[in-house]
């Protein structure tokens, strides 16, 4: 009968509400865990980078202040051992 039909109808329709739903708790969830851990991240991004300004100030005030070029290094001054030679098979 029609009255039938739409009872099933109707009981269908709430299933896939209440599964409709579940998927919207999950993902309001979901989506509330991921604020949570970019609101954390900025808060460390943040930290980092006054972090690293006060590091930067520190090197800027205890600098050597010099005008000379840092040491270097004389490569042709060094002896660099040759490397062996392939034996040939007797």
Do not use: H, W
């Not at 599964?19 to 509330?32: Q, V």
Request: hydrophobic share 30%.
């Amino acid at each position: 009968s029609v009255e039938m039909a739409y009872y099933r109808k109707c009981i269908e329709l709430r299933r896939r509400i209440n599964d409709i739903e579940e998927n919207n708790d999950g993902t309001r969830l979901r989506i509330k865990r991921l604020n949570r851990a970019i609101t954390k991240m900025r808060l460390e991004r943040a930290f980092l980078l006054e972090q690293l300004a006060n590091r930067m100030e520190y090197n800027v005030d205890e600098s050597d202040r010099s005008s000379s070029p840092p040491p270097t290094v004389n490569i042709q001054s060094r002896s660099v051992p040759s490397a062996p030679s392939p034996r040939t098979p007797v």
